[in-house]
């Protein structure tokens, strides 16, 4: 019997161990590292980026050779130039993920062609794996450090409302009305007035004719729809146990706005909604909507002041027989029709109670009292009609 140990030993030690002994190096490459905030569960975490582009090994031999940049790299180079800087800022808000409010921005970058090409050169003549692309930041003016600095760190409170079945005019004025009210801050002791950050309500902002309440029926004017803003901004910062210091129900019921009672209406200059942050910090605002779903919400960020808010359902009495019908001028009425504007509602009074209370104990306690007039149909009829001329 033979033994054969020297060939098993010479393959013994000649077998790879691993990438490491393969005889096979790691790529080139140039490598952009930094990272960005987000704040999640009240507290700000900072979060990596890491990308990274494969240099050729035709180009770092050749820069290796005639100990310059190759010119074979100047595509790559192009390219990444514009990835990166294609990255534009993007100011910081809060998203719900899966449940939880999640605040970030995005850091926009410049791309330092001088000096990444340098790094480059560098790290090739040094036998370097990598080199560091270079590149400046553009930070956002909002960002989640801002929001931080202001205590902005948490999700306070969230008011909502449908507007199904609103005309095209309606949901128009709603969504105009209610994206000058996205992202903006209430400071500490400041005075949130609405009909001050809507701003002016005509054709030149945005705003469209619509329906409104005047003299007892419906008249078309530069925005009507946009209490369905002021309501749902008033939910979201009545929840958050914000003081009133103005506030105006609407003449009769407006279906739009039910639960009876938890509503506000506006009209400039007479009418408005005012209400004061009394948390000691800032609170930031954001309006979102769905379109599909014809549902409208803002969302009350900020610190946690430790508040819980009851806020208790209507209760509702003193109920009235609904008013006479009435008539509007509507130029698409045929001569002797007419066309069903708005429904007959009863007269009533809405009570609605809020409680607040910090560890347990109650620090405040407020009552939302509501009358609103018995109010009868509303009919469009031909500009013509005689009946225009015995509207109440």
């Known amino acids: 019997m033979k033994f054969y140990l020297l060939p098993l030993l010479a393959l013994a030690l000649s077998a790879p161990e691993g990438a490491a002994q393969s005889g096979k190096s790691e790529p080139f490459k ?26 050729p090994a ?30 534009k800022p993007e100011p910081a808000v809060f998203r719900n993920v899966a449940g939880r409010w999640i605040a970030a921005d995005q850091t926009g970058w410049l791309f330092d062609r001088d000096r990444t090409k340098a790094n480059l050169l560098k790290a090739i003549r040094g036998g370097k794996g990598q080199a560091q692309v270079a590149f400046k930041e553009v930070r956002p003016r909002r960002s989640v450090a801002l929001l931080a600095g202001r205590g902005v760190l948490t999700h306070v409170a969230a008011g909502t409302s449908r507007y199904a079945g609103s005309p095209g005019f309606r949901e128009k004025n709603i969504l105009v009305g209610a994206s000058k009210l996205d992202n903006f801050f209430i400071p500490p002791g400041h005075e949130f007035n609405f009909n001050e950050e809507v701003g002016q309500v005509d054709a030149s902002t945005g705003f469209v004719k619509g329906f409104v309440i005047s003299g007892g029926t419906l008249e078309k004017e530069d925005g009507g729809g946009i209490c369905q803003v002021s309501t749902t901004i008033f939910r979201a910062l009545y929840k958050a146990g914000l003081p009133i210091t103005e506030r105006h129900e609407h003449s009769h019921r407006v279906r739009y706005y039910d639960p009876v009672g938890f509503e506000a209406t506006v009209y400039a200059p007479d009418k408005n909604l005012r209400m004061k942050n009394d948390t000691g910090a800032y609170l930031m605002i954001q309006a979102g909507w769905d379109t599909a779903a014809k549902t409208l919400r803002f969302d009350v960020f900020g610190a946690n002041t430790g508040r819980t808010v009851k806020i208790s359902q209507p209760s509702v009495s003193k109920f009235r027989a609904p008013g006479n019908p009435s008539y509007t001028a509507d130029p698409n009425v045929a001569p002797g029709a007419r066309r069903l504007l708005d429904t007959p509602a009863q007269g009533m009074t809405s009570v609605i109670r809020r409680t607040i209370k910090v560890k347990g104990k109650v620090i405040s306690t407020h009552t939302l009292k509501s009358t609103y007039e018995p109010w009868g149909a509303v009919y469009g009829v031909n500009p013509n009609d005689k009946r225009l001329s015995s509207r109440s």
């Not at 140039?30 to 990274?52: D, M, Y």
């Open 30 to 55: 140039l490598v952009l590292k930094t990272s960005e905030q987000k704040i999640l569960k009240g507290k700000v975490t900072r979060h990596p980026i890491v990308k990274s582009w494969t240099v």
């Open 58 to 87: 035709a180009g770092i031999a050749a820069s290796k050779k005639y100990r310059k940049l190759s010119t074979t790299l100047i595509p790559l180079i192009n390219r990444i130039e514009k990835q990166v800087n294609a990255r």
